[in-house]
């Protein structure tokens, strides 16, 4: 089965521009949620979404939002883009959003913003 | 913040067993402690979980003291392909987040 997938794998964009960034979780899990991360720290939580419907959200601006589709994929919105927004955005799926149930992550989109 | 301890980084030869270290001391009853590890530029990769009892899968054993405060993740033959930023995660009780520290940084030496 494939893993998480994600697309685009590298993209550059301009101060104040939106990016939209794509997920498609693990064939049969429910649970997709998107972590940054700046170069030389953790992943820093952003949401999470289960059967479609926000269960948490990071402490991220409003320029940040997203959303998941029937079929349990998963699109990342920013907008106006700020040079502090370059990082790599992740992706990752579970079954359900329960504690134990295990969270598999996706090779991630690098942002740019310049 | 993160509920986690682990040192910055650490060293092992090759072919040798990796023990890496972590503290949890406010973990609570049914939190449960998680291993990631990335290796530069790529996602994390899942390793291990457990609760109370220790447990054991092809990548790595994973060793919870009795009172669930600390636990070890060994990797028991080392490879150069190892090396990596390895994370211990305490899972939150809230169920949907993973809370990241620092990791250690571990270099498989030759």
């Known amino acids: 089965d494939a893993g998480v997938t994600q697309s685009p794998t590298h993209l550059i964009k301009t101060r104040g521009q939106q990016v939209t960034l794509r997920c498609s979780p693990i064939?049969?899990?429910?649970?997709v949620s998107w972590y940054q991360q700046v170069l030389g720290q953790g992943p820093q939580f952003i949401f999470q979404?289960?059967?479609?419907?926000?269960?948490g959200r990071g402490n991220f601006p409003d320029r940040f939002s997203a959303r998941q589709f029937p079929n349990y994929s998963s699109e990342l919105n920013v907008n106006a883009l700020l040079l502090g927004d370059s990082a790599l955005y992740l992706c990752?799926?579970?079954?359900?959003?329960?504690?134990?149930?295990?969270?598999?992550f996706g090779e991630g989109s690098w942002l740019t913003v310049v | 913040d993160a509920k986690t301890t682990q040192p910055p980084s650490m060293d092992c030869a090759e072919g040798r067993a990796a023990n890496l270290p972590c503290n949890h001391s406010?973990?609570?009853?049914?939190?449960?402690v998680y291993w990631y590890r990335q290796i530069h530029s790529q996602g994390p990769q899942y390793i291990i979980h457990g609760l109370k009892n220790n447990e054991t899968n092809e990548m790595a054993s994973l060793i919870i003291t009795e009172d669930r405060k600390s636990s070890t993740l060994i990797l028991p033959h080392a490879t150069l392909r190892d090396t990596a930023v390895y994370y211990c995660i305490v899972r939150a009780n809230s169920n949907y987040q993973l809370i990241w520290g620092a990791g250690t940084k571990l270099i498989i030496k030759p």
């Open positions: 406010t973990i609570s009853g049914n939190e449960y």
């Open positions: 979404y289960y059967e479609k419907e926000e269960r």
């Open positions: 064939s049969g899990h429910k649970s």
């Open positions: 990752a799926s579970s079954k359900q959003g329960n504690s134990g149930n295990t969270i598999y």
